[in-house]
């Protein structure tokens, strides 16, 4: 009996720190990491990031950033494909998905910036080339808004949210709140129906006639999403969906290329692409014709191309 409660005690006790860890509230100022070990940086709010850190470390660096309900998963072809052309390709699991901790606070596009900060800042990267594919490109723009473009060489917007998707007074081409109170409903009644019903139908356009299925897709999509946290997943609906980007976007002042699909039915162009190239000075769109929003998959070859031709431009 000594034995168990001894045991019941440490198991305590381990519960205690891993919870008190997580309670602890971010220093947006100060983003430096506490801890970091070969796939892993702990963030100094005791949240724990999981990291991938391909091709050779003298390359030129090529940083992404994931779409909700994802993780660093879903730019396998675009980081295999550029580290094999010898870039150096990073991409971490934003807090709450994949392999990083589940935060019960701190899930906004501040905390979200702020820790790919951490993440540039711990590796000590430098030029870097800034991806951000949906949520991830709101959080390359928060990034920029929040922490400038010191360690920024380039930065790239596939089917992303800016510059901000909601409906408002003077947002008026953005989508009605109703959509998103839709999706946590859903996600709140039965979260793993919503993203098989997300993955088979508009994230990849295969709810439009001739579209090629891909139960690959759909099921890793599926599986992204179901590794993520409940409340990480539900609290980043607003992220995405009712952050106002266009500040940010003010401040980016380095190359940056859009790259969007015109039968994006989950953030569509005219809101998102096309609004946000009007706000960048100098930004490149290019528009995929027929593409959905999952062009990382359904388009990534010609992706992988054009990333290639403007990293290395």
């Known amino acids: ?9 440490l198991g305590l006790i381990a519960c205690t720190a891993t919870v008190n860890a997580q309670a602890q509230t971010s ?7 506490v801890e970091r070990t070969s796939s892993t940086i702990t963030t100094r709010d005791g949240v724990q990031l999981y990291y991938k850190d391909w091709g050779p470390k003298n390359g030129q660096v090529v940083v992404f950033s994931h779409g909700w309900p994802l993780s660093s998963d879903s730019w396998e072809s675009q ?3 550029l580290a094999a052309k010898g870039y150096r390709v990073v991409a971490h699991d934003r807090r709450g998905h994949g392999r990083s901790s589940q935060p019960w606070d701190g899930n906004d596009m501040d905390h979200y910036a702020d820790d790919l900060a951490t993440v540039i800042g711990s590796l000590k990267l430098k030029d870097v080339t800034l991806v951000g594919f949906s949520t991830g490109g709101g959080e390359v723009a928060r990034y920029i808004g929040r922490h400038g473009t010191a360690r ?6 596939v089917s992303a949210v800016t510059p901000l998707m909601l409906k408002t007074a003077d947002n008026p081409g ?6 998103f109170d839709g999706l946590r409903t859903a996600s ?5 129906q919503l993203y098989l019903d997300i993955a088979s ?7 439009r006639p001739g579209a090629k299925r891909s139960e690959g897709a759909i099921q890793s999509f599926w599986r992204q999403g179901m590794v993520a946290g409940h409340k990480n997943t539900l609290d980043s609906i607003a992220a995405f969906s009712a952050t106002d980007f266009r500040a940010d976007l003010k401040k980016f002042d380095v190359p940056t290329l859009i790259v969007h699909g ?3 039915q989950i953030v569509p162009i005219d809101a998102s692409a096309r609004a946000a190239a009007a706000q960048i000075k100098g930004a490149k769109l290019i528009v995929y014709a027929g593409g959905p929003h999952g062009i990382t998959d359904t388009h990534k070859d010609r992706l992988n191309n054009d990333l290639l031709t403007f990293i290395s431009q």
């Open 188 to 192: 709140l009644a039965d979260r793993s």
């Open 152 to 157: 920024v060489k380039k930065a790239v917007l």
């Open 27 to 33: 220093s947006a100022k100060s983003p430096q990491a």
């Open 201 to 207: 139908g508009p994230f990849f356009g295969y709810n």
């Open 1 to 9: 009996m000594k034995i168990i409660s001894l045991i019941l005690s």
């Open 79 to 81: 980081m295999q494909f």
């Open 262 to 264: 015109d039968d994006d």
């Open 174 to 179: 953005g989508l009605p709140i109703d959509v």
